[in-house]
C-alpha cells in the first residue's frame, strides 16, 4: 500500500479497527478516514453508497460488526443475522461499485463446522454444521467470505478473508453478560474482588479450550495481508496456542489478585470443546504473533481499570 492512499476502516472505533489505526499511523500511513457510527451508518444502502461515491477510498478494512459472547450470540441471534448481513451486503458491493483496490474482510473462527480436526485448516470452510450458540453470527461472516470469493471470481476484484481466533484487548466491552469471554470475566472477577466476594461463578466446565489473539497482533496481520499477500484466499489468524477456559480464569485470578473460589458451573453453555485455529500459511508468509498471553491480558486489565474509574485496581 502506499503511504498516502485513502484507507478507510469500517468499524474503526471498536476493539479491533481502533488496534488497525493505532498500526497503520504507527507505520507511517497518514490518509485514513474512520467515521463513527454516527456518521456513517453502515446499516443503511444509501448512506455507504453515498460514502462511497464520495470519498472514493483505495483499501477497505472491514472490521465493523455486532459481536458477543455466548448468552448474546444465542439470545439476539436476529439481530446478529440480518446485522451483520446487512453491514457485509453494503461494504462489499459499493467497494465493488467504487472499483476498491482491495478489501480485507474480518470473518470469524465460529465459520468453521462444530466437529472439524483440530487445529482448524482453512480448507474445512463449509464442510459441516456450524455450533448452534453462535450460528446465526457464524452464517452472516461466512456469507461475507463467500461474497469476497464470489466478487472476485465474477468481477475480477482482490478482496480477502482472515479469520481471527478468539480476539481481545484495548478498548472492547466489557459488558459481564453480552461480551466475549475475557472481557466478561475481567468484569465479573473485578466486581467480586471489589465486593469481596468468596467465589466467583463461570459458565461451563472450564475444559473448553479456545485460541486467542491479542488485537493488535491481529492488526499487524491484518496490515502484513493487505500490503504484501499476493493471493486473496481466505487465511486463518491466530496466536498458534490454544488455553481451557479453566487456565484463563485462573490466569487472570492470579493477575487480577483475586482471593475467592472460582466456581465453574455445568448448567450454562460452554460451546464447542475446542477451537484453535491452524497458522501455518500466514506462518510460511512470514507473520508470527509477538504478544503473549501474559503480556495481552495484563495490558487488557489494564484497560479494563483505566475505562471503569469506579473500580480501584488493589
Not at 485448516?121 to 454444521?129: K, L, P, R
Not at 499487524?220 to 500490503?227: D, Q, R, V, Y
Request: with cysteine; glycine share 8%; hydrophobic share 40%.
Amino acid at each position: 500500500m502506499d503511504k498516502n492512499a485513502l484507507i478507510f476502516i469500517a468499524g474503526a472505533t471498536g476493539m479491533v479497527g481502533s488496534a488497525v489505526k493505532r498500526q497503520l499511523v504507527a507505520q507511517g500511513y497518514t490518509n485514513i478516514i474512520c467515521p463513527s457510527k454516527h456518521e456513517l451508518d453502515l446499516l443503511n444502502q444509501v448512506h455507504v453508497a453515498n460514502f462511497f461515491s464520495t470519498y472514493k477510498p483505495d483499501y477497505v478494512y472491514f472490521v465493523a460488526g455486532k459481536v458477543g459472547g455466548i448468552y448474546a450470540n444465542n439470545s439476539y441471534r436476529a439481530d446478529f443475522i440480518y446485522e451483520n448481513l446487512q453491514m457485509t451486503c453494503n461494504v462489499i458491493h459499493q467497494s465493488y461499485l467504487s472499483s476498491v483496490k482491495r478489501l480485507l474482510f474480518f470473518a470469524c473462527n465460529c465459520i468453521y463446522p462444530k466437529n472439524s480436526v483440530q487445529p482448524m485448516q482453512e480448507s474445512a470452510i463449509g464442510g459441516g454444521i456450524l455450533e448452534p450458540t453462535s450460528d446465526a453470527f457464524a452464517t452472516a461472516k461466512l456469507a461475507g467470505v463467500k461474497m469476497c470469493e464470489s466478487y472476485n471470481r465474477q468481477y475480477g476484484t482482490d478482496f480477502l478473508s482472515i479469520i481471527p481466533s478468539n480476539v481481545y484487548g484495548l478498548n472492547q466491552s466489557y459488558e459481564p453478560l453480552n461480551s466475549l469471554v475475557i472481557p466478561s470475566l475481567i468484569h465479573r472477577m473485578a466486581l467480586a474482588k471489589r465486593d469481596s466476594s468468596d467465589s466467583l461463578v463461570i459458565w461451563g466446565t472450564g475444559e473448553a479450550r479456545r485460541d486467542f489473539i491479542f488485537a493488535d497482533d491481529l492488526a499487524s496481520a491484518a496490515i502484513f495481508l493487505m500490503s504484501d499477500y499476493e493471493g486473496n484466499n481466505a487465511l486463518n489468524v491466530g496466536s498458534g496456542c490454544d488455553y481451557s477456559i479453566k487456565f484463563l480464569a485462573k490466569t487472570l485470578k492470579k493477575l487480577m489478585n483475586y482471593k475467592g473460589k472460582l466456581i465453574f458451573d455445568n448448567d450454562f453453555l460452554g460451546g464447542v470443546d475446542k477451537k484453535e485455529l491452524d497458522i501455518e500459511k500466514i506462518k510460511s508468509l512470514g507473520w508470527k504473533p509477538s504478544i503473549s498471553l501474559d503480556v495481552g491480558l495484563n495490558l487488557t486489565i489494564k484497560d479494563f481499570y483505566q475505562r471503569n474509574v469506579n473500580f480501584e485496581d488493589k
